[in-house]
């Protein structure tokens, strides 16, 4: 089965200051991996994805991620944050879960705050 | 525009009490999924359909169910209700089953 590691539960970083938030899956395969942010007393509301080809994805509000397969990493950045980016930000990994089924598994989220 | 929403989006009641709560999307999408979202345990799937008369149970399904009698709706029924039951709930929905899932604004359930 896969699973997600988030492994910072809570990031602060100053306003305009760069950002990398980790995320390590465990997979036997080539997952699909996705990059959700949930402000506060919201839905998620998805950032980006990885399905295949450029490990480089890029997505909305500035956000970038790689995949790194040797890592079994897909790690998010961004060059610059605002501080409308504080909020909650979950991985998600997409894998087969027998048959044709399918499941999404969510990291427990890493809060970002950011300083003025 | 193509949506997705919840209802309620706050709820209290109480112990033993049958609770159903609402989701329903205008994508037109197959699948639809209902997730918990709990403090230090991220989300957990409780239960998904693939499409209409479909139902499968998620890793956190005791206690409660699902029905699909049409595209638009997912309700989701926690049978009677307990404590541990308290929690945010999000409904979401993909047109392919390893699509990217869309997610509603959440419904906070409280279960005194």
């Known amino acids: 089965a896969q699973s997600v590691t988030q492994p910072d539960i809570h990031i602060t970083v100053s306003e305009g200051a760069s950002l990398e938030l980790r995320c390590n899956y465990s997979?036997?395969?080539?997952?699909?991996l996705f990059w959700y942010v949930q402000s506060p007393g919201q839905g998620l509301q998805l950032l980006l994805k990885?399905?295949?080809?450029?490990?480089l994805v890029q997505g909305i509000k500035g956000f970038e991620a790689e995949f790194k397969r040797s890592q079994s990493s897909f790690n998010l950045r961004k060059p610059s944050v605002h501080w409308s980016d504080a909020a909650e930000y979950f991985c998600a990994v997409g894998a087969r879960s027998g048959g044709s089924n399918y499941k999404l598994t969510f990291g427990k989220g890493t809060l970002l705050t950011v300083n003025p | 525009d193509a949506e997705i929403t919840q209802s309620p989006r706050h709820k209290i009641t109480e112990t033993g009490r049958q609770v159903t709560l609402a989701c329903h999307q205008t994508w037109n999408h197959n699948n639809m999924f209902w997730y918990r979202q709990d403090l230090g345990h991220g989300l957990r799937l409780i239960h998904y359909s693939y499409g209409v008369h479909d139902t499968n149970k998620g890793e956190v399904s005791d206690g409660y169910s699902v029905s699909r009698s049409n595209t638009e709706d997912l309700p989701l029924t926690l049978e009677s209700a307990a404590s541990s039951q308290t929690s945010v709930y999000f409904c979401?929905?993909?047109?392919?089953?390893?699509?990217?899932?869309?997610f509603g604004p959440g419904t906070r359930l409280t279960v005194l």
């Open positions: 997979y036997g395969a080539t997952p699909y």
């Open positions: 979401a929905s993909s047109q392919g089953r390893a699509d990217t899932q869309y």
């Open positions: 990885y399905f295949s080809g450029d490990t």
